[in-house]
């Protein structure tokens, strides 16, 4: 089946830093890419929609000059977290959905992130 | 944001015997779809059921869809513990300016052996 990556699994960082998260589709080209965050013991909240070549679109109430999210190519869509503080520790998943199947889409494995 | 309701939240069951998830929405779908994922790991997919279906088997599992109540149903049956797992649903939701896929709160399954 198809495969979604993310870059890296794990993060610990310092509070104040910015993490930059890749998620690729790694045999499938993806039109559309979802970011999501998912809090211990809870549902995975979706974040922001990215299409390639254009800017996100973010859910009520995720700053998107926070957590900036670039879709450059049909294959790679990155989520950066600026100045992260201890409260954006999460896990962060990706999902990329095939063009040529429009209703699959495929979740990577997830970036678990600590700020301290 | 999430869609709506599952129910229940959490499920506790005796191996061999059957188990019954909920799900509710709220608006217009293209598809749901029902994940699960073990305590710290990413998702799997389990099943897709379009808004045009009314019910689909895969194994031992069984989901149904009601579009006229918004709800859908994932039942496990013959559970083994290594069903011990959340499980959520995900709803495509009808395009209006963007894609959106947008998951329930989930149901935490044990099964005990």
């Known amino acids: 089946g198809a495969v979604v990556s993310q870059h890296p699994s794990r993060v610990i960082c310092k509070s104040g830093t910015s993490v930059k998260i890749e998620c690729r589709s790694l045999d499938f080209q993806a039109t559309t890419m979802f970011w999501y965050r998912q809090f211990p013991k809870q549902s995975l909240m979706l974040m922001a929609t990215?299409?390639?070549?254009?800017?996100?679109?973010?859910e009520q109430g995720v700053e998107k000059d926070k957590f900036l999210i670039n879709h450059a190519s049909l294959t790679l869509s990155t989520l950066t977290v600026t100045s992260a503080h201890p409260e954006d520790s999460s896990f962060y998943i990706c999902?990329?959905?095939?063009?040529?199947?429009?209703?699959?889409?495929?979740f990577g494995p997830g970036t678990r992130l600590l700020v301290l | 944001s999430q869609q709506g309701e599952e129910d229940p939240q959490a499920l506790s069951i005796q191996e061999g015997e059957n188990a019954t998830m909920n799900c509710s929405y709220k608006?217009?779908?293209?598809?749901l779809q029902w994940y699960r994922q073990n305590s710290g790991r990413g998702l799997v997919h389990l099943i897709l059921?379009?808004?045009?279906?009314r019910e689909k088997h895969s194994g031992r599992l069984r989901v149904t869809l009601d579009t006229s109540k918004k709800s859908s149903s994932l039942l496990i049956t013959a559970s083994r513990a290594a069903d011990t797992a959340s499980y959520f649903c995900?709803?495509?939701?009808?395009?209006?300016?963007?894609?959106?896929?947008?998951f329930g709160p989930g149901t935490s399954l044990s099964v005990i052996p």
């Open positions: 608006t217009s779908i293209n598809n």
């Open positions: 999902s990329a959905r095939d063009r040529r199947i429009q209703e699959t889409q495929y």
């Open positions: 990215s299409n390639e070549g254009s800017k996100a679109t973010y």
């Open positions: 995900a709803t495509d939701e009808v395009k209006t300016s963007y894609d959106k896929v947008i």
């Open positions: 059921i379009r808004s045009n279906e």
